[in-house]
Structures are given as C-alpha cells and as structure tokens.
C-alpha cells in the first residue's frame, strides 16, 4: 500500500514522458503551481509575467547578434548558454534551463521565439535608431531572472528611411505577401481587429489535410498571431497587413488567437 502511495504521489508531479504537468488545484494559479524550480517573486518584466529568479551561478545566459540580410531586415542569432528551447512544452511547467524566448524592439514585443535563428523584416522597424532585445522564459511563461533582473541580451540596430541609401531598408513586403498568398494557399481566411473586436465574428474554417491555408491578419494595435497546435506564430504590426501561409498536415480543431489581446480570430477544423 505504501509503494501505491509513493507511486501514484510521483506520477502527479510530472506528466508523460516526465514532462511537467498543467494541473493544480482549484484556486491556484499556474505560475504558482509550478513553482518549484528557483523563486518565484512579486514583480514581473513588465507586462505580466512573473520573474522566476534563479542563482547567479549556472543560471541561463544569451547573447543576441544582429546582421543585415542580403534581401531584407536582419537575421537575428541567439547564443544561449545553460539553456534550451522548448517548443513542444510551452504551457506546461516550468524546467530548469528550458523554455523559449521574447523579442523587443525598443521595449515593445515583437514575437516569440523558439529557436537560436530569427529573421527581422525590415518594414518592421521604424526609421532610426533602436534596441532590439531578447530575454528567456521558462515553459509557464515565466522570466528567468537573476538578482530581480530578467535574463536578456541586447543588440542595437539602425534602420533608414525607404528608399535611401548606405542604410539597410527595404519596401515593405505586405503587398508582396499579399500578392503571393493566392497561388501558394488552398484557402485564404481575412481577418480584421480593430478596438478589440474581430472582422469578421470568429468562425470554423474547414481544410481538408495536407491543404495550405493563407491567413491574411490586420491588427490597429501591434500584436502576435499563435495558431494553437501548430505552434506557429506571426508578428502583427500595428495597422499593417500579415499573413502567415500554414499547411493543415494535422487533423484537428485548432484556434487561431492573438497573443496580447487575448482574441480568438478562426478555429481550423481539419479532417
């Protein structure tokens, strides 16, 4: 009967495969449910994550190294030391080392990344001068932090006015994307947020799997596109059309939000 207990007690704190799992009691929060690795504090990055801080000694660290692409913005490299990326466990509980991270441009978030690589379109950033920053989260969205500072890195960029030279800019590629997004998908879903609400109301759009599905996103505030299950996700700037071109190779009801406000655009229904 002990053995039973000791058993069934291990199985409740991490999920298959050892993953942490995403279950706590009623009452209580996720962040505070998985609070075992490090201490979870007060204050939080400021925009509402909570800083999860760790000792100074083996705790993670990143660089980040921004280079100007042959075509268009920049590729972004993060090097990453006592630390991995953990796409397929976003959500769950927070483990020591892992997670993803957050890019900023100039304080404001940009996307989430789940790699080392990132390309940075140029019609992203305004004319000038700015500070792109990249900090780490663990997989409950927690930030890792360090003496109540989060764990980021820096990297300082100058973008110049379209059409000028000896500056790295380039035409805004919306038209572009737009233009290409008819030959390259099966269905195209049009979506439009403005003052908090969607145009068109929220619907099911049904693929058939293995159809390519455009979904063509107009934001009034800058934000970030996530179509759930796929772990794919889009930088919606500010009054400027996205589209993000997906292949429907999973079978599933899958939402379709925005990050920071928190709406619901489409449900992918594929059969």
């Known amino acids: 009967m002990l053995a039973l207990v000791l058993l069934l007690a291990g199985g409740a704190a991490t999920g298959c495969g050892g993953r942490a799992t995403t279950h706590h009691k009623p009452g209580t929060s996720h962040e505070q449910a998985t609070g075992g690795?490090?201490?979870?504090?007060?204050?939080?990055?400021?925009?509402?994550?909570?800083?999860?801080?760790?000792?100074?000694?083996?705790?993670?660290?990143?660089?980040?190294?921004?280079?100007?692409?042959s075509e268009d913005g920049w590729n972004l490299q993060l090097?990453?030391?006592?630390?991995?990326?953990?796409?397929?466990?976003?959500?769950?509980?927070?483990?020591?080392?892992?997670?993803?991270?957050?890019?900023?441009?100039?304080?404001?978030?940009?996307?989430?990344?789940?790699?080392?690589?990132?390309?940075?379109?140029?019609?992203q950033v305004p004319e000038g001068a700015h500070t792109l920053t990249v900090r780490l989260y663990a997989d409950d969205h927690t930030a890792w932090a360090v003496a109540g500072k989060p764990i980021e890195g820096s990297a300082q960029l100058t973008a110049a006015a379209p059409g000028q030279t000896g500056g790295h800019s380039h035409t805004p590629p919306t038209s572009q994307a737009t233009s290409q997004a008819a030959p390259e998908a099966d269905r195209t879903v049009t979506v439009t947020v403005r003052d908090g609400k969607v145009s068109p109301?929220?619907?099911?759009?049904?693929?058939?799997?293995?159809?390519?599905?455009?979904?063509?996103?107009?934001?009034?505030?800058?934000?970030?596109?996530?179509?759930?299950?796929?772990?794919?996700?889009?930088?919606?700037?500010?009054?400027?059309?996205?589209?993000?071109?997906?292949?429907?190779?999973?079978?599933?009801?899958?939402?379709?939000?925005?990050h920071e406000s928190g709406l619901v655009l489409t449900q992918l229904l594929v059969r």
């Open 37 to 69: 690795v490090g201490t979870l504090l007060t204050a939080d990055d400021g925009a509402g994550h909570r800083l999860r801080e760790v000792p100074a000694e083996g705790a993670p660290e990143v660089e980040l190294t921004a280079r100007p692409d």
């Open 79 to 123: 090097a990453v030391k006592n630390y991995r990326f953990t796409p397929d466990s976003t959500g769950g509980g927070a483990l020591p080392g892992a997670g993803h991270a957050h890019l900023l441009l100039d304080g404001n978030k940009l996307a989430r990344l789940y790699g080392p690589w990132f390309h940075l379109p140029a019609a």
């Open 201 to 258: 109301a929220p619907a099911r759009t049904e693929l058939r799997r293995g159809e390519r599905v455009a979904l063509r996103v107009t934001s009034d505030r800058a934000d970030t596109l996530h179509v759930h299950g796929y772990d794919k996700e889009l930088s919606l700037p500010a009054g400027q059309e996205a589209t993000l071109i997906l292949t429907a190779d999973r079978t599933g009801l899958f939402e379709v939000e925005t």
